[in-house]
């Protein structure tokens, strides 16, 4: 109530209102769960700020606001609050002289409120006006949780006893009316005597000091007691019920205990049985586990092994492979050799055509020598030619020398480079080619020599045919320098190509070697991993065959305690099936008692259809009542207007008698 009462001060001051003291004393004063402000008169600030917090508080149970002078507008912010509160079962309103705004804000309170339980609105003026009270009764007809409905001195006519009873005909919770001292009289009371056959929840009702005649209210007492007969038999019978099932839970409770206590003693054997047969498998789980370890490790070093031993293989066909490459290469520089040898020969050859060129050369200018001699004034009239022809042989004889002296420089490059290269292979070429060279020059110098001494022979014809040869010397030196561009490019292009295939047989060589070592020291590493991993191999063998005797008496182990489990689980067996036997019997009892249980069931079904019989009776019983008692009020009608039209010609009479009128000029027309 504390958070209540700070709560309610805070919406005061947020509202510019001050807190009432009277209200704050009273909340100081409260006991849990009840709010009583009874004849504490409400300002609307105060009625808005508790609308709030009716709202959201969950705490309060009971709201007691009676004789608080509630104003339309206090009162409708109280209601709006309470219409979404699921907590509050008690409200009390009594003396708060509510009309007709009131009334239609407890139609909206009834309408949408699903908790409150008991109202009390006596002394007020719900009834006066009658479409406000239609709009109450129409929110009483839609509500499904009040049960007590106090509506005393609210001036409720016939026409709001007619609201009530239709609104009545479509409750079906609620079960005490308070009508008393209100102005329902003849035509309220039997609106409401027509609607209660339809309700079937109400048992009590109380219509004294509302001008209703008494048979009405014997009507109303016969209908509202046949409720609440039929009422008393529900809850007997719910009673009844509730005792019976409670019966039955005892004994399924019983039965129930008795079955697990019995599951119980079960299953701490089949736990016992189950520890030893985890005990016995966790240790020859053991030893499977390292019995598989050692099979793994076997296995990774076969593997291994049988990876090494394809290492090897590929090493050995790599190096295979390299040896067919390194034999190749072999063949290769065999057949370079050779070819360079062809080579050298067909040089050779060249240089002997040269050589014998050079001597038909030779025989032919000795030949035109002595044709000179012989015919000195041929040669005079023929100087330039012959000088021509002497420049000529002489430019060949240079150019020869020139091209001799080249080769041999080539060749002697060549026969360095391939001895650096190949210093064993290619020894005896060189020296042959050495050699070669050697008789080579030997001979060109003894050529040189033949030729200085015919040019001294010729040296005298020079002077002669020098005029002829400076005629020819142009034509002699464009063919000249036509010869050199020809024979360098030769030459450029021999060594090019010659130069490119020893580049690229050395780089091979190395590449040749290079393999071949890596393969050796590949072979000789996979070698080493072979004889390393026998050894390992040899000792996991012993390993293993120690390990398979070692499972060999432990699997002899394992049958003697399966030996031993299976007489113990024949043991159980029988104990079980003893256990059975008395779990049978005790299911045929409890058979027995679930029969007696649905005897009993069929009993009660019995007695309900005895009631629900006797309930169709009394009420076939209530209508022919109820018919015979509309025609007994149609006959006293009748009576009561023949009674009064007596009582009107008595009363003409009497005057008649007293005033001296004859009775028949008062008499009323027929």
Not at 74 to 102: E, H, I, P, S, W
Request: proline letters at 1%; glycine letters at 4%; a negative charge.
């Amino acid at each position: 109530m504390e958070e209540f009462l700070r709560s309610y001060s805070r919406l005061c001051k947020e509202s510019g209102a001050e807190p009432q003291e009277a209200v704050l004393q009273q909340l100081h004063q409260l006991p849990r769960g009840r709010l009583d402000l009874a004849t504490q008169s409400l300002t609307v600030d105060t009625c808005r700020a508790l609308g709030k917090l009716l709202q959201t508080e969950a705490l309060l149970r009971e709201l007691v606001l009676s004789d608080c002078m509630l104003s339309e507008e206090g009162a409708t912010l109280l209601f709006q609050g309470l219409c979404t509160n699921t907590v509050v079962r008690l409200l009390d309103l009594k003396g708060n002289n509510l009309q007709a705004a009131g009334a239609e804000a407890l139609g909206k309170l009834l309408r949408q409120n699903k908790s409150i339980q008991s109202l009390t609105l006596e002394w007020n003026h719900l009834g006066a006006c009658e479409d406000a009270f239609a709009t109450f009764c129409g929110g009483l007809a839609a509500n499904g949780a009040l049960q007590q409905l106090d509506l005393r001195n609210n001036q409720i006519s016939h026409k709001g006893a007619e609201e009530l009873a239709l609104a009545l005909k479509g409750n079906a919770s609620l079960q005490q009316l308070d009508l008393r001292w209100n102005n329902i009289g003849l035509l309220g009371g039997r609106a409401l005597v027509n609607c209660l056959p339809s309700n079937r929840t109400l048992w009590r009702l109380d219509l004294v000091g509302n001008n209703v005649p008494g048979d009405i209210l014997r009507a109303v007492e016969q209908a509202v007691d046949h409720n609440q007969d039929r009422h008393t038999t529900f809850r007997e019978s719910q009673a009844r019920t509730h005792i019976l099932s409670k019966e039955v839970q005892h004994l399924r409770e019983e039965k129930s205990k008795q079955f697990l206590d019995l599951m119980e003693t079960i299953d701490r054997q089949r736990e016992e049985m189950a520890r030893s047969s985890r005990a016995s498998a966790v240790h020859v789980g053991q030893l499977q586990e390292a019995l598989n370890e050692r099979h793994s490790i076997i296995n990774a070093l076969k593997a291994k092994l049988q990876m090494t031993e394809a290492a090897l293989a590929l090493s050995e066909q790599k190096a295979q492979d390299l040896g067919e490459l390194l034999v190749a290469a072999e063949q290769e520089q065999l057949s370079q050799s050779q070819r360079q040898a062809k080579e050298r020969r067909l040089e050779q050859q060249e240089a002997a055509e040269w050589e014998s060129k050079l001597l038909r050369d030779l025989s032919a200018a000795n030949e035109k020598n002595l044709s000179l001699r012989n015919q000195v004034d041929e040669l005079e009239r023929k100087v330039k030619s012959q000088q021509e022809q002497l420049f000529l042989t002489r430019q060949e004889l240079t150019n020869t020398l020139a091209e001799l002296k080249m080769r041999a420089v080539q060749a002697e490059e060549r026969l360095d480079m391939e001895k650096r290269r190949s210093r064993q292979s290619l020894e005896d070429a060189e020296n042959l080619r050495l050699k070669e060279v050697e008789h080579m020059t030997r001979h060109l110098e003894e050529s040189e020599q033949v030729m200085q001494e015919r040019v001294q022979r010729l040296e005298a014809t020079r002077l002669s045919l020098e005029e002829e040869l400076s005629r020819v010397k142009a034509a002699a030196l464009s063919q000249r320098s036509q010869a050199e561009e020809e024979l360098i490019k030769a030459r450029s292009q021999a060594h090019r190509e010659e130069q490119q295939h020893l580049a690229h047989l050395e780089d091979k060589l190395r590449l040749l070697v290079l393999a071949r070592d890596e393969a050796q020291s590949a072979c000789l590493q996979q070698q080493q991993k072979v004889v390393e991993a026998q050894a390992r191999a040899g000792q996991l063998s012993l390993q293993v065959d120690g390990l398979q005797r070692r499972l060999e008496e432990l699997q002899q182990e394992l049958s003697n305690k399966d030996q031993e489990k299976v007489a113990e689980v024949n043991r159980v067996r029988v104990e079980l099936q003893e256990q059975n036997g008395r779990l049978q019997a005790e299911l045929t009892a409890q058979e027995a008692l679930r029969e007696k249980a649905a005897a009993l069931e069929r009993q009660l079904k019995v007695l309900a259809r005895d009631h629900r019989e006797a309930l169709r009776d009394r009420e076939s019983e209530n209508a022919s009542l109820r018919e015979k008692l509309r025609l007994k009020e149609a006959e006293i009608a009748r009576i009561r207007d023949e009674e009064a039209q007596r009582a009107s010609l008595l009363q003409s009479a009497v005057l008649a008698y007293v005033q001296g009128v004859p009775p028949r000029a008062l008499s009323p027309p027929k």
